[in-house]
């Protein structure tokens, strides 16, 4: 890889040639972006839309805890290592770009409506806590000292107090200021080929659309969403983020001080955008079993989104086989904003000294084998519309 050169004083490149050339403007793209501008590489971001992809979708729950699954242990250790990274990064951008991100650390509340709601959702925190991680049980009474609005039918519970947020919506403008204020250039165009792009090295964090540049197993996995506003203007009545089982549904409930509640999400192996009746009644009968309240709150957005999702379900960051010049940077699937500042950390330090982190290592491209040949021609990169959920 090249990166060595520039930490030592690479040879100087004309003025239109960048250092470094991103492939997708989403919070993943943005963030590597920035991270090697600041680190002093010239670098230039190429997408269709800049500004108008998924993360316009995504709920923007910072949870290593509650997203600690069965079965993916490494996983679990780069959430937790990026969720200790997010107030520093927080910090860090709010400063460059001048921007409030909605960040809150109110924690996430974890609860089962039923009996069996409850026992299924135990067996998780167990697993949890098994791990390390900080989940405390909580008995109904002690989850409505802490949220009164939730319904008293709740059986159970637990807090992830390290679990926090921020607002995905507010989060991409606040980087793309911050990346131009470093000198990145944004190049609002497709990538139809790799060999489209002029740089030292290319970083494809296209989501979904990393498939068709490199090769890699990347799918769509349809999420569906819903927006509510609370009556009256005000904030909503609650402030834990609500993570909860309700009659065999999952959904969470995420607050804002804007009033806006977020509501989500299915996860259907689907490309469509298409919003469904269905769903939007699965998850409004959901979220108004846990916190009556919300049949008050108005209804104002329906939306649609694809997570890009891998046959592991983690993401996919490295060199591409036989291509040190191409790095992946992708397949985060539902957990794009949270690995927003290790995955540009990462990439970034890659880039600049040559040495992969060993947190690179059960992540990079070369666990699905070689990527097939000729798949980096005659294949255009997709519109921020159709580009992954970060």
């Known amino acids: 890889m090249t990166g060595s050169s520039f930490a030592a004083g690479g040879v100087a490149k004309g003025p239109f040639l960048p250092d470094v050339a991103v492939v997708g403007a989403g919070p993943i793209g943005l963030a590597i972006a920035w991270r090697c501008a600041v680190r002093g590489l010239r670098v230039a971001v190429h997408d269709p839309a800049p500004g108008s992809g998924a993360a316009h979708v995504a709920a923007g729950m910072l949870a290593p805890v509650a997203e600690a ?56 925190w167990g697993y949890q806590q098994g791990l390390g991680l900080p989940v405390t049980p909580l008995r ?43 000198g990145v250039t944004l190049v609002p165009g497709a990538v139809r080929r790799l060999s489209d792009v002029a740089a030292d090295v290319t970083v494809v964090a296209a989501g979904c659309g990393a498939a068709a540049l490199t090769g890699l197993p990347v799918r769509p996995v349809k999420g569906q969403v819903l927006r509510l506003r609370a009556p009256g203007g005000g904030a909503p009545g609650f402030r834990h983020v609500i993570r909860g089982y309700a009659d065999g549904e999952h959904v969470y409930l995420v607050p804002r001080d804007s009033g806006e509640v977020v ?22 009968r959901a979220a108004v079993d ?45 957990h794009g904003i ?16 040559g040495r992969p982190d060993p947190l690179l290592a059960p992540f990079t491209p070369d666990r699905f084998g070689p990527v097939p040949a000729g798949v980096t021609s005659g294949r255009q990169q997709p519109t921020a519309e159709e580009e992954s959920w970060n």
Not at 77 to 83: C, K, P
Not at 311 to 329: E, H, K, Q, S, Y
Not at 338 to 353: C, G, H, K, M, S
């Open 140 to 182: 109904p009474s002690e989850l409505r000292d802490r949220e009164p609005a939730l319904a008293p039918r709740v059986r159970g519970g637990a807090l992830a107090a390290t679990d926090h947020q921020v607002d995905p919506r507010r989060l991409l403008p606040a980087l793309r200021i911050a990346a131009e204020r470093a």
């Open 69 to 124: 699954y069965f079965g993916e242990h490494e996983l679990t250790g780069l959430l937790t290592a990026s969720a200790a990274r997010w107030p520093a990064f927080a910090a860090e951008l709010t400063d460059a770009a001048g921007a409030d991100l909605g960040y809150r650390t109110d924690g996430t509340l974890l609860v089962g409506l039923t009996a069996d709601d409850l026992a299924e959702a135990s067996r998780l």
């Open 338 to 353: 949270v690995l927003t500042p290790v995955t540009a950390d990462l990439i970034a330090d890659l880039i600049v000294t």
């Open 290 to 334: 846990l916190m009556p309240e919300l049949v008050e709150y108005d209804l104002v957005e329906t939306l649609a989104g694809r997570r890009p999702g891998t046959p592991d379900n983690a993401p996919i960051l490295g060199p591409l086989p036989g291509r040190p010049d191409v790095l992946a940077a992708t397949g985060h699937h539902r």
């Open 263 to 284: 509501v989500g999400a299915t996860v259907e192996e689907r490309a469509d955008l298409v919003v469904s009746a269905g769903a939007v009644l699965r998850l409004l």
